[in-house]
């Protein structure tokens, strides 16, 4: 039974509403809180999309969000966010960006629709328009009946919720999510992912989201930057850096060393540790002739599959 | 939780986007329903309208007592009416500053408006402005039932509404001068029953003292600072003033000023209080409030 022959091609990046070329761009942005430095000589271009921000606690993620937001003076340097620069244009930023923060700050004595209504004039939205968006986004979110419940009483992944749609409320251009899936058990965690990429795309927003693990990044950013001890340690497009190796992977039912003997005999390069499974380097000739093999021996194909790099292999040693 | 997503699709908002002026008056609204129970639980409504019933209640009984007894002037003056009823005032203060600025401070939510396109200033603006508004309601309600009894009772209209009118100025100078204090208290600490104790205890406490002084003063025959030492309790202030400035009598008329310099001091002490206050405030938010 011959199984998915090659992965799905990457989906293609929906159109977001406005191009910047880049989301965001610093250069050689520098911030020392007295003797400590958060953030040395940063230069880096995050495009739109979904960009993974990814460092240890204290790397200077958050740090870096608060001088995009335009809250914190950068020390040297300076940072453009969707072209507007951030020590003069705050105010301007803050109407289009939305921001959910890593700590907790949901007041509990009041329900998620009238936090987040609250909260969407307080992006500047009238009343009427203001209640409608908070009522839709909740409930892109995930939040139904029990947004007219207080806050106190939610679970953290409801909780996470409404941090996220307070980002939402008033369609920014871009979010800044801080550690979305602190907290989280692994089911709430892969669907605050899933909304995450969804954010992106079936909203149009930009997302720069961080994390302090490269892996769960890896499954919904477009870019990944990697900064430690605030420094920039990488800054890469996922696409490139997952892209197809150029080797495939074969597993057969049965006569493995002679499917491998007949492809060595055309001149492929085989690795195999004799095994039902061996790797071999891809082009069109070798994928027909395993195709043919198996098809003379008679010999069941149960996959066919290119292989992908993984982030996780490039940044060993970040995690 | 249920993933199933009945989807209209995300709707793009381009509608109107308002700026800070916009925000501050709806924070300000938010503000002073807050301060007043409205869109909050029943037992958040039950303080601050035992304590409005509670001020309003005298100037009804007043307006019977002079109904019934034809006397030609109510039998408390309307700034004296400040300076009798500040217990059920301070309170209103404990528990009112705490609510606007404390649950913002203790839950986080500083984070959520500093990320908004407003100012620090801006929130502080809106927070201050709603408790000051509130505060001077409640003191601008009960007197305007005082007038309106009087002129019932046939009263001298002139004489009635210049009264009142004034009342209304004292009340706006002591609302104005207790929000600061009660703002810059309750944002010292992020717990709300701390805030609301401290509120109310501060307040005793500098009456007790300013009374103290006083007669200690006035038995060493130092009338001044038997005066002057009222312009450390707000409502002595404000009585002092209200008596050199207006005319009126004080409610303590033993210690009322008798010289332009000791309403001056008066004066000046209202100034550096709103101005000290602000400033403490002004500088909290601008250095330790975190993101």
């Known amino acids: ?319 | 939780m249920s993933d199933v997503i009945h989807d209209i699709g995300f709707r793009r908002y381009e509608g109107e986007r308002f700026g800070r002026g916009w925000i501050v008056r709806s924070l300000l609204v938010d503000t002073i329903r807050g301060i007043f129970g409205l869109g909050r639980p029943a037992r958040s409504k039950v303080m601050p309208w035992l304590l409005v019933a509670i001020l309003a209640l005298p100037p009804i009984v007043i307006g019977l007592v002079v109904l019934i007894t034809g006397a030609d002037r109510p039998p408390i003056s309307y700034t004296q009416y400040l300076y009798q009823l500040n217990l059920p005032i301070s309170l209103f203060l404990a528990g009112s500053a705490p609510y606007a600025v404390s649950r913002d401070l203790r839950h986080g939510v500083m984070s959520l408006y500093l990320s908004r396109p407003l100012m620090r200033s801006d929130y502080l603006a809106a927070r201050y402005a709603g408790l000051a508004i509130s505060m001077f309601a409640i003191m601008a309600v009960p007197q305007t039932l005082l007038m309106i009894a009087a002129l019932l009772a046939e009263l001298p209209v002139d004489e009635q509404l210049v009264g009142w009118a004034g009342g209304l100025l004292m009340s706006a100078l002591l609302a104005v001068l207790l929000s600061a204090f009660g703002l810059a208290v309750a944002t010292l600490t992020p717990r709300r029953g701390v805030g609301v104790a401290a509120i109310i205890t501060i307040l005793l406490v500098v009456q007790g003292f300013s009374f103290a002084l006083s007669g200690l003063a006035s038995e060493e025959d130092l009338s001044d600072l038997a005066v002057v030492a009222g312009a450390l309790d707000p409502y002595r202030l404000i009585d002092g003033l209200s008596s050199w400035v207006l005319g009126v009598d004080a409610a303590i008329g033993e210690f009322a000023p008798t010289a332009a310099w000791q309403a001056g001091v008066l004066a000046l002490a209202w100034l550096l209080g709103v101005l000290g206050f602000g400033g403490l405030l002004l500088r909290r938010y601008r250095n330790s409030v975190p993101l």
């Open chain 1, 1 to 319: 039974m011959p199984a998915d022959p090659v992965d799905h091609a990457a989906t293609p990046n929906p159109p977001t509403r406005r191009s910047f070329g880049a989301a965001i761009t610093t250069r050689h942005l520098t911030k020392q809180f007295g003797p400590v430095t958060a953030l040395q000589d940063l230069s880096v271009e995050m495009p739109t999309g979904v960009v993974g921000l990814v460092g240890a606690n204290g790397a200077g993620k958050s740090t870096l969000i608060k001088i995009l937001l335009g809250l914190l003076p950068p020390t040297g340097g300076d940072a453009q966010i969707l072209g507007r620069d951030a020590r003069t244009d705050g105010l301007a930023i803050r109407q289009v960006v939305g921001y959910m923060p890593e700590s907790d700050c949901l007041p509990p004595d009041v329900s998620a629709t009238e936090l987040v209504v609250h909260l969407a004039r307080m992006s500047g939205l009238p009343s009427a328009a203001a209640r409608e968006r908070a009522a839709d986004t909740l409930r892109h979110v995930g939040l139904y009946e029990e947004r007219y419940r207080p806050i106190g009483g939610y679970s953290t992944g409801m909780k996470q919720r409404v941090k996220l749609a307070q980002a939402l409320v008033h369609d920014p251009q871009l979010v800044l999510l801080d550690e979305p899936t602190n907290g989280l058990d692994p089911a709430g965690r892969d669907e605050m992912l899933d909304l995450i990429r969804r954010v992106h795309v079936d909203f149009g927003i930009s997302v720069l989201v961080t994390s302090h693990l490269l892996g769960e990044l890896e499954r919904i950013a477009d870019h990944v930057v990697v900064i430690e001890a605030g420094v920039l340690q990488r800054s890469t497009s996922t696409a490139e850096a997952t892209a197809l190796s150029g080797v495939l992977l074969v597993e057969v039912t049965d006569r493995a060393d002679e499917v491998v003997a007949r492809l060595r005999a055309l001149g492929a390069a085989v690795e195999t540790d004799g095994g039902p499974t061996f790797s071999v380097a891809a082009d069109a000739r070798v994928l027909d002739a395993v195709t043919a093999a198996t098809a003379e021996l008679g010999v069941g194909l149960v996959r066919m599959q290119r292989r992908r790099h993984h982030l996780t292999e490039l940044f060993g040693g970040t995690r």
